[in-house]
């Protein structure tokens, strides 16, 4: 029997120095959620008030969207050396996974308590978006969950 699969020692009844933790994809895709969730919800306040008045809504949600690649990068750069080394590729794509179900979740809830509609509402408005705009941006969020998956970490 390998008791290395639940942190001891096969020859010894000590603690492994690096036990397996569960937790970390969890912790990483929280703290990756909040990083990218506070720079979306900033750049987004600006996109709003100060550029969409300006070039439009396209324009200024495609001019957003290279700003917030770099946020992701970045954030998935960060959050991996402190949760995710040694964490396998499955288990690292789960982390940017459950980012992405934690952002779309306070997107819909936060749309909802800004434009005063129920969530299920706010959820159907998600979906109506500039086809061109839209397009590039659900093709970042799925950057956001492949980013920790494909971000070389140091063990």
């Given amino acids: 029997m390998n008791h290395d699969l639940i942190g001891f020692s096969a020859f ?15 912790a990483a895709s929280l703290v990756y959620f909040g990083l990218v969730f506070a720079a979306g919800f900033a750049l987004g306040s ?3 008030f ?11 949600e495609l001019a957003e969207i290279p700003l917030m690649i770099v946020v992701i990068v ?19 794509l789960a982390a ?8 779309l979740l306070a997107e819909v809830l936060l749309g909802a308590l800004l ?25 970042s969020l799925g950057f956001l969950a492949l980013m920790p998956a494909l971000v070389r970490y140091r063990a």
């Fill in 12 to 26: 010894a009844m000590e603690p492994d120095e690096n036990p397996p933790n569960r937790s970390r994809p969890l």
């Fill in 115 to 139: 434009n005063r509609v129920s969530p299920l509402e706010a959820a159907r408005n998600f979906f109506d978006r500039d086809p061109i705009s839209g397009t590039a941006y659900y093709l």
């Fill in 96 to 103: 940017g996974g459950l980012a992405l179900a934690w952002l």
């Fill in 74 to 92: 970045l954030s998935a750069r960060w959050i991996g050396p402190r949760f995710l080394s040694g964490v396998p590729a499955r288990r690292r």
């Fill in 50 to 60: 100060f550029v969409e008045p300006r070039i439009g809504v396209r324009a200024a």
């Fill in 46 to 48: 600006l996109r709003v």
